[in-house]
């Protein structure tokens, strides 16, 4: 069973792209006990050491931040107008709540123009993220006092079990950072063959920043991206647009829009799932990436590198859903990979 306590306040812990200390510190309370050492960069990603048998250097990646907002203008009557971190679906956004971090934590309901007062053409026409403002109920001398251009914004939601699924906002991408503190967890006691760098990267909804700057320093030998992927097993989907599916088991990237991943990793990691009997689905996403490509391709010499997604629906938009058994299987498979790394034949 997955511990839903601990995977609850990880996804609901604040941390927008470039804004991320509050769930980087507590990724750090968390994972100093399970390390031999631990150190955060210059631009923030958190480096935790586990030292293996020998000195090669495995750098698995699990990015930190959440899909955010920030406050670009407040105008005369005390109402926000905002920029996005990351990608959003604007039609998602309607009366949602969020949490403005400014000098004190506000909440706020994103709001845009009544359906009552809307022409024909308007009900028609798909929203536009410049018809939203943030409404804090708040006297805008107030809200000036509370919040400046340049604070970060996060979405207000829980984290809920929903039948075998969990279901909130940052799933994307705080399940990955569960996973790996979860790994760590079950390898803390045990021998690894070579030095595990588990990194918990900053600003990859904005670019996959961290990874191509901790790659940069640590030059990994291997490299494993966590991350999810899209599960369109929904009404309306046709075959071949699903990708993954919900309670399938762990995804095993081949590619996305960024990576082409290594196929000598893909074999791997498929013999992995096969010699332990964990559930496995091929994934290949032809848009989007992950910090699997910072992993491959920004240290010195290159990584043989490749990913293991955990499927998602509702992927970037305001509520996430992932499956319990899936996030299990995912666990299982990234500690197998760790462990026998040095037993498979890596020669081109």
Sequence with gaps: MIDFDLLKVICETPGAP?????VRDLVIRLVKPMVDEISIDAMGNVIALKRGRESKRVMIAA????????????????????H????????????????????????????CKPVHLMQAEEKNKAPN?????IDTGLPS???????????????????????DCVNGKSL???????????????LSDKEVPYDIY??????EEVGLRGAMSSAGHINPHFGFGLDVTVAFDLPGAQPHEVVTKLGHGAAIKIMDGSTICDYRMVKYLKKQAEDHNIKWQPEILTAGGTDTAGVQRYGKDGAIAGAISIPLRHLHQVIEMAHSEDIEQCIELLTHAVLHLDEFDWQP
């Design 172 to 186: 994307d991408n705080r399940v990955s950072v569960y996973i790996l503190i979860k790994t760590l967890e079950f």
């Design 63 to 82: 990015h930190l931040d959440e899909i955010s907002f920030i406050v670009t203008h407040i105008d005369d009557e005390g109402f926000i107008r905002f």
């Design 18 to 22: 470039g804004f991320e200390k509050p």
């Design 129 to 133: 993220l410049k018809d939203y403002y």
């Design 198 to 203: 588990a990194t918990f990267t900053v600003q």
């Design 84 to 111: 996005t971190l990351g990608g959003f679906d604007p039609k998602t956004l309607t009366a949602q709540r969020v949490v403005i971090h400014g000098e004190k934590d506000v909440f706020g309901v994103m709001g």
């Design 141 to 163: 001398q107030k809200v000036k006092e509370l919040i400046t251009v340049g604070n970060p914004i996060t979405r207000e939601r829980s984290l809920i079990q929903m039948g």
